[in-house]
């Protein structure tokens, strides 16, 4: 036991030795710098530019709130000398982060950042090399490598992208493969980024899409308890966002009045990822998680925030779907216990009421409509009889939710000309409780 402290207290000491030599060092520069000339132009070599992007990241273990603060004025002063095309493609791209990735480069892309022939390429189970210095030294001597290539990526001009993509590319799938999550969060972080300057040519030219989506896919299963829940739920969401960014940027929305051939074969590849998120990661994560012991109502909350982005993208044709996704909503609404969570069933509510607006023409149908009557009716009683009489209650917010969905319903229900049916639907309901006319009130005469 003294050895680990003594290993913790070592570390600590080295630690803070580093973040006091950067703090005296870049103030140093910073001195140096205000002490020239204001109106000469002063160029700084490109080493110091690229440790002055070292410590642009409070996340890093390095960098201080002062070291971050006298990083940014430097930067600032010099930002043309920074924003050269030559520096951010050849200073960091090629010089500095190709030859600390090259020795680990992706099995599934070629060095030009084409998709290899054979994309389907199985990830290691587990990889051994993860602390090798001589086939990663971007993790361990050169760990700052990873803050300026989010720096790089974040200040590229999109212009540039299509010359120099098959020099991100390898290093980000080479970070979302790593055993280390903060080191996979940054991963994402930096893809969501970069991904927003790709165009829906590039990904199709050179096969990138459908390597991107693969790459992100293992992560959306990084659930409790194999995962830790911390690192569950700071992954999920990240990998979430950076796919639905993804299918957004390859799957854009046509621009003609009239689908031509090509326009349906990419109307139907967009259905087929979305269909996929949908099968292969939200089903069977929200089902994992509903089934562990070490189930935590944060996780359910991240994958069913993914629904109403997922709705949206497939509109209509997310009718197919309907057999999927009410269960899930179900499970939160039909509850006994939810009322615990009230951000959990608002967000359960958010979700449902992304499904009414876009697949209102089936909710109609006898078996869809008694669902959500269900749904509705279950969860409005369990919070009415929770809740005390104060404005200030937290699940008042969920009530007046409960609201706006069964306004919403029944607007959907009366547009797909099932009116009468509702209204005998409800009569027995409104008999039994009259408070349930707050739920449904665009039936209330």
């Given at each position: 036991?003294n050895?680990?402290n003594n290993?913790f207290?070592?570390?600590?000491?080295?630690?803070?030795?580093?973040r006091?030599i950067?703090?005296?060092?870049?103030?140093?520069?910073?001195?140096?710098?205000s002490l020239l000339p204001?109106d000469?132009e002063?160029l700084?070599?490109?080493?110091?530019l690229?440790?002055l992007l070292a410590f642009?990241?409070?996340?890093?273990?390095?960098?201080?709130?002062?070291?971050l603060?006298f990083?940014?004025?430097?930067?600032?002063?010099?930002?043309?000398?920074?924003?050269?095309q030559d520096?951010?493609k050849?200073?960091?791209?090629?010089?500095?982060?190709r030859?600390?990735?090259?020795a680990?480069?992706?099995k599934?892309?070629?060095s030009?950042?084409?998709?290899?022939?054979?994309?389907?390429t199985?990830?290691?189970?587990y990889?051994?090399?993860?602390?090798?210095v001589?086939?990663?030294?971007?993790?361990?001597?050169?760990c700052?490598?990873?803050?300026?290539?989010?720096?790089a990526?974040?200040h590229?001009?999109?212009?540039?992208v299509?010359?120099?993509?098959?020099?991100?590319?390898p290093?980000?799938l080479?970070?979302l493969?790593s055993p280390?999550a903060?080191i996979?969060?940054?991963g994402l972080?930096?893809l969501d980024?970069f991904v927003?300057?790709l165009?829906?040519?590039l990904?199709?030219?050179t096969?990138l899409?459908?390597?991107?989506?693969?790459?992100?896919?293992?992560?959306l299963?990084?659930?409790?308890p194999i995962?830790p829940l911390?690192?569950?739920?700071?992954?999920?969401?990240a990998?979430?966002?950076a796919l639905?960014t993804?299918l957004?940027?390859?799957?854009?929305?046509p621009?003609?009045?009239?689908?031509?051939?090509?326009d349906?074969?990419?109307?139907?590849q967009k259905l087929d990822?979305?269909?996929r998120?949908?099968?292969?990661?939200?089903?069977?994560?929200?089902?994992h998680?509903?089934?562990?012991s070490?189930?935590?109502?944060i996780?359910?909350?991240?994958i069913?925030?993914q629904?109403p982005?997922?709705?949206?993208?497939?509109?209509?044709?997310?009718?197919v779907h309907l057999?999927a996704?009410?269960?899930?909503?179900?499970?939160v609404l039909?509850?006994?216990?939810?009322s615990?969570n009230p951000?959990?069933?608002?967000t359960a509510?958010?979700?449902?009421?992304k499904i009414i607006?876009h697949?209102?023409p089936?909710?109609?149908d006898?078996?869809?409509?008694m669902?959500?009557?269900r749904?509705l009716v279950?969860?409005?009683?369990?919070?009415?009889?929770?809740?005390?009489?104060s404005?200030?209650h937290p699940?008042?917010?969920v009530?007046e939710?409960?609201k706006?969905?069964?306004?919403?319903?029944v607007?959907?229900?009366?547009k797909a000309?099932?009116a009468k049916?509702?209204?005998s639907d409800l009569?027995?309901?409104?008999e039994?409780?009259k408070?349930?006319r707050?739920v449904l009130?665009?039936?209330?005469?």
């Amino acid at each position: 036991m003294n050895a680990i402290n003594n290993l913790f207290l070592a570390k600590k000491k080295s630690l803070n030795q580093i973040r006091l030599i950067a703090e005296l060092g870049l103030s140093s520069i910073f001195i140096l710098r205000s002490l020239l000339p204001g109106d000469e132009e002063i160029l700084l070599e490109n080493q110091t530019l690229i440790s002055l992007l070292a410590f642009t990241s409070e996340s890093d273990p390095w960098t201080t709130a002062s070291c971050l603060d006298f990083s940014n004025r430097l930067i600032s002063l010099h930002q043309a000398q920074f924003l050269q095309q030559d520096f951010i493609k050849e200073t960091i791209l090629s010089s500095l982060i190709r030859p600390l990735f090259v020795a680990s480069r992706p099995k599934t892309i070629t060095s030009s950042g084409y998709a290899a022939i054979s994309s389907n390429t199985l990830r290691e189970p587990y990889d051994f090399n993860a602390f090798n210095v001589k086939s990663k030294p971007w993790r361990l001597d050169t760990c700052y490598a990873i803050t300026v290539l989010f720096w790089a990526v974040r200040h590229i001009p999109q212009e540039e992208v299509t010359t120099a993509f098959h020099l991100i590319m390898p290093p980000l799938l080479i970070l979302l493969d790593s055993p280390n999550a903060p080191i996979q969060l940054k991963g994402l972080q930096m893809l969501d980024k970069f991904v927003q300057k790709l165009t829906p040519k590039l990904l199709e030219q050179t096969g990138l899409g459908s390597v991107i989506e693969d790459a992100i896919y293992p992560i959306l299963l990084y659930l409790p308890p194999i995962t830790p829940l911390t690192e569950s739920a700071t992954l999920l969401p990240a990998a979430y966002k950076a796919l639905f960014t993804l299918l957004e940027v390859r799957f854009p929305l046509p621009t003609k009045s009239n689908f031509g051939d090509k326009d349906k074969v990419v109307q139907k590849q967009k259905l087929d990822s979305l269909t996929r998120l949908l099968r292969q990661s939200i089903i069977p994560g929200y089902t994992h998680t509903s089934h562990s012991s070490e189930s935590d109502p944060i996780i359910h909350k991240i994958i069913l925030d993914q629904i109403p982005p997922l709705v949206s993208a497939l509109g209509i044709y997310c009718v197919v779907h309907l057999n999927a996704l009410i269960p899930l909503v179900e499970d939160v609404l039909l509850d006994p216990f939810a009322s615990a969570n009230p951000s959990l069933v608002i967000t359960a509510l958010k979700a449902l009421k992304k499904i009414i607006i876009h697949a209102w023409p089936r909710l109609g149908d006898e078996r869809r409509r008694m669902e959500v009557i269900r749904m509705l009716v279950s969860g409005w009683e369990k919070l009415q009889e929770e809740t005390i009489d104060s404005i200030e209650h937290p699940k008042k917010d969920v009530l007046e939710e409960f609201k706006i969905v069964g306004k919403l319903f029944v607007k959907g229900v009366t547009k797909a000309g099932e009116a009468k049916n509702l209204s005998s639907d409800l009569k027995p309901l409104f008999e039994a409780d009259k408070s349930l006319r707050e739920v449904l009130s665009m039936l209330d005469n």
